[in-house]
């Protein structure tokens, strides 16, 4: 079994800044891609920001230039750093890892955090 803690949200002014981690701990061979998803009050869960095990990353429109997504291979550990905060990006944002759970497994399981409440207001 795989465990994601989550740190690192709070209440925040628009233009501020907060930095998100997440740490995977538990039995699994390897980690694929990591990443961070985010759901707004009545919206649908949206995509925030990806990053292979190679380190090539992808974000969403809506958060490109403010957001940078980045891991620790060492410490399996996914940080999302978020800058020029605005009250659009208020969301529970939750942690996702993609990982392989034992050698020679068909394909890799996707794993969830319990999601962390980013409020960004004045």
């Known amino acids: 079994q795989v465990q994601l803690v989550e740190s690192g949200g709070g209440l925040v002014q628009p233009g501020g800044s907060l930095r998100l981690s997440c740490a995977a701990s538990g039995s699994m061979f390897s980690i694929d891609a990591m990443g961070w998803y985010r759901q707004a009050p009545g919206k649908q869960r949206e995509l925030v920001a990806t990053?292979?095990?190679?380190?090539?990353?992808n974000y969403a429109d809506s958060v490109k230039g403010r957001f940078t997504i980045s891991r620790d291979n060492a410490k399996n550990t996914v940080y999302l750093e978020m800058n020029s905060l605005k009250p659009e990006d208020t969301a529970v944002y939750y942690c996702?890892?993609?990982?392989?759970?034992?050698?020679?497994?068909?394909?890799?399981?996707?794993?969830w955090g319990q999601g962390t409440q980013v409020t960004v207001s004045s």
């Open positions: 990053i292979t095990s190679g380190g090539s990353t």
């Open positions: 996702n890892v993609r990982a392989w759970t034992y050698l020679g497994a068909p394909a890799p399981d996707d794993y």
